[in-house]
């Protein structure tokens, strides 16, 4: 049983188009986020959703378009894609948001390995 | 100055070796702490969270020190199989609590 799964693994695409990335979790949790892990292994949050409501956005060029039709599904759209857009995006989620703990374990997808030529 | 900041290494250590990792934070209100693990060419995965009086999970220990706000962790009896990348993870309290700010990660090749 996957519990966070991605689509595609690997996505090479020209520079200008746009692409789609898709995310589902079967876990039953509340938040899901999108990140992005460059060159460098440097893992950065770009969007949260919880509960279908966007909670993050980071500095991400507005190219970037998160849409997440139910708690399951978290996607991510990408316009005019870019040479610096090359990268491992990873989804993830967590059963919520945060509570008098603190934050909760992020279970995270496989990756969608992008490549722009 | 970054969130989390680690020494990215590389560490090499034979079979059955000690070692440890640092890692400071730069947030003093931040409240839940991790280790994660990430294999090459995979995803990240957690290996442990870090407990204000520490914790151990076999042959994994934590340590936080609020106070240096500085984590650790200690891997005894080095296998094989520990060779990844391990990434440093806090979070952020306030509207943001369940944002997580990962270190770099600091790279450990555990040889035969």
């Known amino acids: 049983d996957t519990a966070v799964s991605q689509t595609p693994k690997y996505l090479v695409t020209q520079m200008g188009n746009d692409k789609s990335i898709k995310c589902e979790q079967n876990?039953?949790?509340?938040?899901m986020y999108w990140y992005k892990q460059d060159s460098k292994k440097f893992l950065k949050i770009m969007f949260s959703?919880?509960?279908?409501?966007?909670?993050i956005n980071e500095t991400v060029p507005n190219r970037f378009s998160p849409k997440s039709p139910d708690k399951a599904h978290l996607n991510l759209h990408i316009n005019s894609l870019e040479l610096g857009d090359s990268a491992v995006y990873f989804c993830?989620?967590?059963?919520?948001?945060?509570?008098?703990?603190?934050?909760?374990?992020?279970?995270f997808g496989p990756g969608t390995r992008l490549t722009v030529l | 100055r970054k969130e989390v900041e680690q020494d990215p290494g590389p560490f090499n250590v034979p079979e059955g070796a000690t070692v440890a990792f640092n890692c400071t934070y730069s947030?003093?209100?931040?409240?839940?702490f991790f280790w994660y693990r990430q294999d090459c060419r995979k995803e990240p995965k957690l290996l442990m969270s870090?407990?204000?009086s520490g914790n151990e999970d076999g042959r994994f220990t934590a340590q936080l020190n609020r106070a240096s706000q500085y984590i650790s962790l200690l891997i005894r009896d080095s296998k094989l199989s520990d060779s990844a990348t391990y990434l440093c993870?806090?979070?952020?309290?306030?509207?943001?609590?369940?944002?997580?700010?990962f270190g770099r990660g600091t790279q450990l090749t555990v040889w035969p």
């Open positions: 993830a989620s967590a059963n919520k948001w945060g509570g008098a703990d603190g934050a909760d374990t992020q279970y």
């Open positions: 876990l039953g949790h509340d938040t």
């Open positions: 959703y919880n509960n279908k409501e966007l909670i």
């Open positions: 947030n003093s209100a931040s409240q839940s």
């Open positions: 870090v407990y204000s």
């Open positions: 993870v806090v979070n952020s309290r306030g509207s943001t609590l369940g944002r997580l700010y």
